[in-house]
């Protein structure tokens, strides 16, 4: 049973540069689950947050289940994330002391079939760094079609 779920938050690369990766579990419910496979996830607005010494993803919607009976789960709500105690301290001291964000890059299923968030340390990216992004993007683009045509 392979599932080739590989959902990205695009607006995340283009709002920020990621400088740091990690990848943490999530705790869901059953009928979350199903719907991540089923690819019925949206990221956009997702961002994670520390409440004590828990980090949870904020603004994640995960679909209802259309199978699901009268247990379904709430679309929009706080997920915890699963990540060691060394990871933690060290995403909450980087953002509490030099203003970074933790942003949701990718959600995905493992090989042993779970549910893993690839989440990013990031800094905001201001206007001009996002127009020169979209510079180097388009000349990359026209050397691959001038590579292509040759």
């Known amino acids: ?31 979350e689950i199903k719907s991540i496979r089923l690819g ?46 060394h990871e933690l301290k ?10 970074l964000t933790i942003a949701a890059l990718r959600i995905f299923i493992s090989g042993s079939g779970y549910a893993k968030l690839e989440i990013g340390l990031a800094r905001g990216k201001k206007e001009y760094d996002k127009r020169e992004t979209i510079k180097r993007k388009d000349a990359q683009r026209q050397l691959d079609r001038l590579h292509k045509i040759k």
């Open 40 to 85: 019925k996830v949206s990221l956009v607005e997702a961002y994670c947050l520390f409440e004590g010494k828990e980090l949870y993803v904020k603004g994640m919607q995960i679909s209802d289940y259309a199978w699901g009976s009268f247990n379904k789960h709430e679309p929009g709500r706080d997920r915890k994330l699963l990540m060691t105690q």
């Open 1 to 31: 049973m392979s599932y080739k779920i590989n959902i990205r938050n695009k607006k995340a690369f283009h709002d920020y540069e990621i400088l740091e990766k990690y990848v943490a579990g999530l705790q869901l419910l059953g009928t």
């Open 90 to 99: 060290k995403l909450k001291r980087k953002t509490r002391e030099s203003g």
